[in-house]
């Protein structure tokens, strides 16, 4: 289980979130502390009532309303009632106990979970302190009722539970088929928390795979002005579908300016990671003519894939690689001019006529185009930093010549290493002087 506890301004704005969500058919209230009647006999008015004339023995308190949601695994799918006996506990171990609480059950999120609603201010107008709540009585009451209740247990499972999303062909997002919102939210939960990226469109070609959207809409747009951000589901066609979710409405606000803060946090350029996406690019080109559609498959085995950008036209202008094995996501420019649109189209562009008349021609072009500026990165890749530095990648030295035993095209049956050739040598002198 895991406690996240908010406290706000606003009573009214706290109980009319999940009175909201309520109409909207994804909540219900399963039940209330401390209220003088159940929540099926009482009206939204008397439930707020409650709250406001408890708040109002102590109008210092500006922060009076707390909202406290208990997350539980995916694996959990508890009653009502054990639901209720988790929430009193809960309430009665952070000092709550005695306050007026209603409890929701949310089900428009990919893991089950209830929302609590309350105030800081108790019967006798004194103020609940809440300092360190979350780290001192909200950690141990966890822990009690995850070991009372037979619960998940929390502790520790960020680093061992290691959920993927399997990219394009699993856990799509088809308008129609689940409920939007809660698809979207799963999304987004995942994608979020796990992968790095440091722009709306590195962010795009992550949910792109899942067949969601992240849309700021045109330049003129009023929620563009406003730097609003909605989330759409895209059909098989990349075309957005169904009625667009703003992203103030999911409950973790996944808004522009959580995710600008996401792009300045996230370290997307570490050498690592960037290196093992050109290694990967550049081990493709190191067979003779792939198409463009080639290297897309070659890399996907290596468990990246492509995104390509494309204007009104449909010309291509960018692309983007989505590494799921290291949850990166890099621009083509981010990792060098070889790596960009019009660079690996060119890698790729088709040979003329003459060329392909001479196989060998065909073989000495391609690797002049692909190696002429990665022999160090290739050479660091495979044998590791210490030959990075091109001192070490000349021709007259033993790492240009495995540089070109690893660029070269077969070899002719008449082939003989030279270690050979100086032995056959040694033998006829030897015979000479006997």
């Not at 107008?125 to 009690?144: V, W």
């Not at 895209?234 to 579908?241: A, F, H, R, T, V």
């Not at 270690?419 to 000479?432: A, V």
Request: net charge positive; charged share 25%; hydrophobic share 35%.
């Amino acid at each position: 289980m895991v406690a996240i506890i908010k406290t706000g301004h606003s009573i009214h704005s706290i109980f009319n979130y999940n009175e909201n969500k309520v109409k909207q058919g994804v909540a219900e209230c399963i039940g209330e502390g401390n209220y003088p009647l159940d929540v099926d006999k009482m009206s939204d008015t008397m439930k707020l009532n409650r709250f406001l004339k408890q708040a109002a023995l102590n109008d210092n308190v500006k922060r009076n309303s707390v909202h406290i949601s208990l997350n539980f695994d995916p694996s959990e799918n508890y009653s009502k009632d054990k639901l209720m006996s988790i929430a009193n506990s809960y309430m009665r171990k952070i000092g709550f106990g005695e306050q007026p609480y209603l409890v929701y059950q949310h089900h428009d999120s990919g893991h089950p979970h209830i929302h609590i609603t309350s105030i800081k201010v108790r019967a006798d107008g004194s103020r609940i302190d809440m300092h360190n709540i979350g780290r001192n009585q909200s950690e141990t009451a966890r822990k009690e009722i995850e070991k009372s209740f037979g619960l998940v247990i929390a502790e520790g499972r960020k680093n061992d539970q290691n959920i993927e999303l399997h990219p394009i062909s699993k856990g799509k997002v088809r308008y129609g088929r689940i409920q939007s919102k809660k698809a979207i939210s799963n999304v987004l939960s995942q994608v979020l928390s796990s992968y790095k990226f440091a722009s709306l469109a590195e962010l795009n070609a992550v949910l792109k795979q899942y067949n969601v959207l992240a849309d700021r809409g045109n330049e003129n747009s009023r929620i563009f002005k406003a730097k609003g951000l909605v989330y759409r589901i895209l059909d098989e066609n990349g075309k957005p579908i169904g009625v667009p979710i703003k992203a103030s409405d999911f409950y973790y606000k996944p808004t522009l300016k959580f995710l600008e803060g996401k792009f300045k946090s996230n370290s997307t350029n570490q050498i690592s990671d960037i290196r093992r996406v050109k290694n990967a690019i550049d081990m493709a080109f190191l067979r003779t003519k792939i198409s463009l559609s080639e290297l897309v498959k070659i890399l996907e085995k290596e468990g990246i894939n492509t995104v390509f950008r494309k204007n009104a036209e449909g010309l291509l202008y960018g692309i983007t690689y989505v590494d799921h094995t290291t949850k990166c996501v890099f621009n083509g420019s981010t990792l060098g001019k070889q790596y960009s649109v019009k660079a690996i189209q060119e890698r790729c562009a088709s040979i003329n006529p003459s060329e392909q008349k001479n196989p060998n021609l065909i073989s000495t072009k391609l690797h002049k185009i692909t190696f002429e500026t990665l022999k160090a990165e290739i050479i660091a890749g495979l044998f590791g930093d210490d030959f990075r530095d091109n001192k070490y990648i000349g021709t007259d030295n033993i790492m240009g010549q495995l540089w070109d035993m690893l660029t070269q095209s077969e070899q002719t049956s008449a082939y003989l290493p030279y270690e050979l050739r100086n032995k056959k040598k040694k033998r006829r002198g030897q015979s000479n002087n006997r």
